[in-house]
């Protein structure tokens, strides 16, 4: 299924797709055993941290309701609440522009910078500017983008890219932190501890000095109220406020969906995004801004980039609800095997396994809605109930159509797939098969060379067949009567 | 009254697992009721809709309709059949424009039970006669727990059962990593997920691992196998047919 005049995210910029499969990253990641003590100590802490703050709410169920039908309302109207949006901005000063995909994004907020002057920039943590590669595009640009998180530093100083929406560098232990700070951050303390408190002091003063050099700042945003214009940032850190009140030029790359109609309904958000991802029941900072303050300039890039191509599938588009809480990613417990980097786009977990391919369209990404077992953690702490199991069917699906018309031949899998329909279709030729069973089995248990044919081998690696039945269950049943 | 009531053995059960038809059978005549079996049945189709393949499951749905058509309840040892049959059937239905097949496939999810939903809600009975003298933990399969919310309607059925040592299972809501093609897909994966199944079955000091799905323990039963630590797995359906 394609959809016509729907474009996707282009192809060469930015981080929605991986070089490899998923099978594929996922091998080196399992072998990684730093990587899994680390992903497994973390994802087993926040999740019992959320788990104990979504419980002390009585009214879980109808806010997580609420967030859904809010969101489902904002993709229905997506077009208006975007022009208010646009209005209201405009009306308070600031400067809206509107791209169609990353290198559009890229373009403007290079050409923005560009017109400052402006040779380093700082960051808030945003996944939509990491989504389009715009670190990269800036470098190009021969400007020097400063990520302000403390997470996302630790990253970008280790030459290393985002394993978690949430927690960037949930991949890195306190020790493997400590030496990227001393081999990166030139002044820094050689005597350096690993400590939390030591190791956020070291990068509170390196980035402090970055806050009032900073001419310019880019950030994200987590909502937009279309009633009024005024954009949201929510953090734990204060290194976004610094951004946002600090330079005088303010540029804010937003993804599309991200509008709400209005501040009431901020009242459901701000409880479901903090309590779903960092497990608090209120983050330390949130930020409001309408427009442009006295003194300050203010864009607002408004991103498509896949956006529409997935608001055009009925059975996809839910996930544009999501709130990039990461709650999904903290409970998968493929995620917690491989971590981020497996699935190659800055989207991780079920979310990314959803939303990737939706962005790129499924020829790329065609192996990410098949990272899952299914096991439906995630739509349970969906905080926006997105259904992702039952959506990396629908993908699955799209993926054998799509491989399906690329090719004249149907794969070994299709046709094997279609075998076993028809005959189980058919009860007479069920039974048939049936029969057959009890000596196929006992014929691969007593050869090692048929064990490691086909799909065979992926079991037989590490788990024995079941034994042999004596005969099926209805010939029992026959025979009994 | 007369119940029609059908056992719903799914494809795995019928042709791997026939103890665990058997004894499902045998455990729902002890307790007093004549089952039947439509040998029409065949596949609910889920192997299909989770691979990517809802048009070569839509037959095997309108076959699952047209061989329980008729019946007052349908039961089944399966969690994860049990929630294809309530979830997916209307889905493909739909995905296909079929209305009536639509209709059809609600009125049978409707009348559809996993075998502890059966006993526990349905029949009302915790305490099924059963003896198993052994040390038994009992993993949590991911649609009997998440589709279908089970809850502890196993759990609840084990502790009655006679001589049961009833063992905690550590992290039991994790998944096994079975997930259907997945196992061979994403082989790795899966098996770095069950490599911490059967760690934490080991640490339950439990002799057997028990569960309401065959797959799941296909796949358990295999890691165990290949460890040889000498846990073995049993079904639900087998534990609580067991008697003295």
Redesign the interface.
């Known amino acids: 299924m394609t959809f016509l005049g729907m474009p996707g995210a282009p192809t060469g910029v930015g981080q929605l797709r991986g070089d490899r499969s998923f099978p594929e990253a996922a091998r080196d990641a399992l072998a990684n055993g730093q990587l899994r003590a680390n992903l497994a100590h973390a994802t087993t802490t926040i999740r019992g941290k959320r788990a104990s703050v979504v419980a002390e709410l009585p009214d879980w169920a109808e806010l997580r309701a609420a967030g859904a039908a809010i969101k489902d309302d904002v993709l229905a109207n997506l077009d208006s609440y975007l022009l208010q949006l646009e209005e209201r901005v405009t009306e308070r000063g600031g400067h809206v522009h509107w791209a169609r995909d990353a290198t559009e994004a890229n373009r403007i907020v290079t050409d923005l910078v560009r017109g400052t002057g402006a040779r380093e920039v700082v960051k808030v943590k945003s996944m939509a500017t990491q989504e389009i590669g715009l670190n990269e595009a800036l470098a190009d640009a021969g400007i020097t983008a400063v990520e302000t998180d403390l997470a996302e530093l630790i990253v970008q100083l280790g030459h290393d890219r985002p394993s978690h929406i949430l927690v960037p560098a949930i991949h890195r232990n306190r020790g493997e932190i400590r030496d990227i700070f001393l081999s990166e951050m030139g002044d820094v303390d050689p005597a350096l501890s690993d400590e939390p408190a030591a190791l956020a002091e070291a990068a509170r003063r390196y980035l402090r000095r970055r806050f009032l050099q900073a001419s310019v700042a880019i950030s994200g945003g987590n909502f937009a109220v279309a009633e009024t214009g005024t954009l949201t940032v929510v953090e734990s850190e204060g290194n976004g406020r610094m951004c946002l009140t600090l330079p005088r030029t303010l540029i804010t790359v937003l993804g599309i969906e991200k509008v709400v109609p209005t501040w009431r309904d901020l009242e459901v958000f701000l409880q479901l995004l903090p309590r779903s991802s960092t497990g608090e029941r209120m983050n330390p900072y949130t930020s409001f801004w309408t427009g442009a303050v006295e003194g300050q300039e203010f864009h607002l890039v408004l991103l498509d980039n896949g956006r529409t191509a997935t608001l055009a599938d009925p059975h996809g588009r839910s996930a544009l609800r999501c709130i990039r809480c990461s709650a999904c990613l903290n409970v998968c417990p493929v995620y917690e095997r491989v971590g981020g980097h497996a699935y190659g786009s800055v989207y991780p977990g079920p979310i990314g396994a959803v939303l990737s391919p939706q962005l790129t369209g499924v020829t790329d990404n065609a192996s990410l809605p098949f990272a899952s077992t299914l096991c439906g953690a995630c739509y349970d702490v969906c905080p926006v109930a997105i259904d992702i199991p039952t959506m990396l069917t629908h993908l699955r699906a799209r993926v054998i159509e799509d491989k399906a018309s690329a090719r004249r031949v149907p794969t070994p899998e299709r046709a094997g797939m279609g075998a076993v329909a028809w005959t189980m279709r058919n009860p007479r030729r069920w039974r048939r098969a049936l029969r057959l069973v009890g000596p196929g089995s006992r014929a691969l248990r007593g050869s090692a060379l048929l064990r490691r044919l086909g799909p065979l081998a992926g079991w037989t690696r590490t788990r024995d067949l079941p034994p042999p039945p004596a005969g099926s269950f209805r010939d029992w049943w026959q025979a009994r009567r | 009254m007369s119940m029609r009531v059908a056992i719903f ?1 799914t ?1 795995l ?10 004894a499902t ?1 045998r455990l729902l005549e002890r307790l007093g009721h004549r089952v039947e ?1 439509p ?5 609910c ?1 889920q ?8 048009a ?2 839509l ?2 749905v ?2 699952h309709v047209a ?1 329980f058509a008729g019946y007052d309840a349908i039961v089944a040892p399966s969690g994860s059949c049990v929630g294809a049959v309530r ?2 059937h209307a ?1 493909i239905a739909e995905r296909f424009g079929d209305g009536a097949l639509r209709a059809d496939v609600s009125a049978i999810a409707a009348r559809t039970y996993e075998l502890s939903e059966y006993l526990v809600d349905v029949l009302a009975v915790t305490d099924v006669g059963a003896y198993f003298p052994h040390r038994v933990t009992y993993h949590p399969t ?2 009997s ?3 279908l919310r089970v809850g502890d309607r196993p759990l609840r059925l084990l502790r009655e059962v006679s001589g049961l040592d009833l063992r905690e299972l550590p992290s039991a ?3 096994c ?19 911490d199944k059967v760690a934490s079955v080991r640490a339950s000091g439990a002799e057997f691992c028990c569960a309401s799905d065959s797959s799941c323990l ?2 358990i ?3 165990l ?2 460890s040889r630590n000498g846990v073995r797995t049993m079904h639900l359906a087998e534990i609580l047919a067991a008697t003295r």
């Open positions: 053995a494809c059960v019928d042709g791997l697992f026939p103890d665990v038809g058997i059978v079996f040998t029409a049945q065949s596949c189709g192997m299909h809709v989770n691979t990517g393949y809802p070569q499951a037959p095997l309108r076959n061989a979830h997916q889905e991911c649609h727990l998440r589709v809501d994790q998944c990593g079975f997930g259907g093609t997945f196992a061979v897909k994403n082989a790795e994966v899966s098996s770095a997920m069950l490599a296909m796949h039963g295999g890691g196998s290949r």
